[in-house]
């Protein structure tokens, strides 16, 4: 029962039409500040669908770049609550290299949080969205080719290798 449970999500994220809306979903709620990853999503799709790899990478770009503009737009609503901060190192090195700072909006952690305070300081919207993109485009394309091309056997062995150290 399980078993088909799964088959049958996976066939419904793997369709063209339901697979693209859930990657863009996942993105963009992967970029906000709540904790969810979205590459898993994007390698599902391209893995069940090896013709959906440059759609795949440009929806999970698109939305996880929109979820970062929501950041944005959420740190520029957010000066009261990040008042005490505004002396921190993070303000002085995001008001010191400006919007090209977005472009470690990828980084698990402290990206996201990075689009919010890039919003509080109020950098420029556009060339902050711009470089989030670029950010967000090449992790996708880099995890996505690391996890399609490096073979299955070495993830394989990553795990049990993982599993006794820590299991």
């Known amino acids: 029962m399980?078993?088909?449970?799964?088959?049958w999500l996976l066939d419904l994220i793997a369709a063209p039409s339901v697979?693209?809306?859930?990657?863009?979903?996942?993105?963009?709620i992967s970029a906000t500040?709540?904790?969810?990853?979205?590459?898993p999503a994007v390698f599902a799709v391209i893995k069940a669908n090896p013709d959906m790899f440059w759609p795949a990478i440009l929806v999970g770009t698109a939305?996880?770049?929109?979820?970062?503009?929501f950041d944005y737009f959420l740190g520029y609503r957010a000066k009261v609550a990040f008042a005490k901060e505004r002396q921190s190192r993070?303000?002085?090195?995001?008001?010191?290299?400006?919007?090209?700072?977005?472009?470690?909006?990828?980084l698990p952690g402290i990206g996201d949080p990075l689009c919010t305070l890039a919003g509080w300081l109020h950098l420029p919207f556009w060339p902050s969205v711009l470089y989030m993109m670029i950010g967000k485009f090449l992790r996708y394309l880099t995890m996505t080719m690391a996890l399609l091309y490096i073979p299955d056997g070495f993830w394989h062995?990553?795990?049990?290798?993982l599993n006794r150290v820590f299991g």
Do not use: H
Not at 2 to 7: L, R, S, T, Y
Not at 33 to 39: D, F, I, T
Not at 63 to 69: D, V
């Open 90 to 106: 993070w303000f002085g090195w995001l008001k010191r290299y400006g919007a090209k700072t977005m472009l470690l909006s990828w």
């Open 157 to 161: 062995s990553l795990g049990d290798m």
């Open 19 to 28: 697979g693209l809306s859930s990657i863009f979903i996942v993105s963009f």
């Open 33 to 39: 500040l709540l904790p969810l990853g979205s590459e």
């Open 2 to 7: 399980i078993e088909n449970a799964v088959q």
């Open 63 to 69: 939305g996880n770049t929109l979820g970062g503009a």
